[in-house]
């Protein structure tokens, strides 16, 4: 996967991108990730990409002129390859593991990072096909997002993680949050590995495994159990979960 970042502080990535797993499949050439500076597309000495806004307003707005040359420089050194082009900015859909999963189905991703008080409209009628947030909160810029999405895509992409499985063990690959892990030592003070995880059974670990996953998640994100995740197993675990929690509750009244 080939990956353009269009940022005003392409030096925010050097740390982020050049270690762990996705420095790892860099130097493997599964992900190749481009940083283009905006400000080098500016039209004026200064090489300022910002301007009031038209209307009134506090702050300043990213110009489209230097965006747009940029997006078509990157799209000129790919050949003008197809290429999904994703906003990063408040007003987009929240991102999640299914924008993960299907972002890494693509060959050629551009992430635009916003700034200021965010980009010219004209940006986004021209060129973005996709507006992504990572939550209801305010950042300086895109960049930090971007490197959200960044990492959750490139996990998604085969060959980068050691073994498959990794990844969709991990908490919302398949919709739900992750069951607890333990390794060595097996007691800690006085805390001890589940029994179940010792007996070398394993259907009665993955039907654990699985019970525990639907606990947590109907403990902390009740709003993940969507029908067209649950399995009729699912389905029985969570009616035992409730029958216990009910049973519980009328034996304290």
Request: hydrophobic share 40%; charged share 30%; aromatic share 6%.
């Amino acid at each position: 996967m080939k990956i353009d970042i269009l940022t005003l502080f392409p030096e925010m990535f050097t740390g982020p991108f050049d270690s762990s797993i996705i420095k790892r499949a860099r130097d493997k050439g599964l992900l190749e990730i481009c940083f283009t500076d905006i400000r080098n597309f500016s039209a004026n000495k200064h090489n300022t990409v910002d301007d009031t806004p038209y209307g009134g307003g506090a702050g300043m707005v990213m110009q489209a002129p230097p965006i747009m040359r940029a997006l078509e420089h990157v799209r000129k050194q790919r050949g003008d390859m197809p290429a999904r082009v994703i906003l990063m900015c408040p007003t987009g859909l929240t991102f999640n593991q299914y924008w993960a999963r299907d972002l890494a189905c693509e060959e050629h991703l551009v992430i635009i990072c916003g700034h200021y008080e965010g980009i010219d409209e004209r940006v986004r009628e021209l060129a973005v096909t996709d507006e992504l947030s990572i939550g209801d909160y305010v950042l300086t810029g895109g960049e930090l997002p971007a490197m959200v999405v960044v990492d959750a895509v490139s996990r998604m992409i085969p060959g980068v993680l050691g073994e498959k499985a990794s990844a969709e063990d991990d908490s919302f690959y398949r919709g739900l949050l992750e069951y607890p892990q333990y390794t060595r030592p097996r007691a800690y003070g006085e805390l001890s590995v589940p029994e179940i995880l010792m007996s070398g059974h394993h259907e009665k670990i993955r039907r654990w495994r699985r019970r525990q996953a639907l606990l947590k998640t109907l403990e902390r994100r009740p709003d993940l159990l969507r029908e067209d995740v649950l399995s009729n197993e699912d389905r029985d675990i969570l009616r035992e979960i409730v029958d216990n929690i009910q049973g519980v509750i009328k034996g304290k009244a």
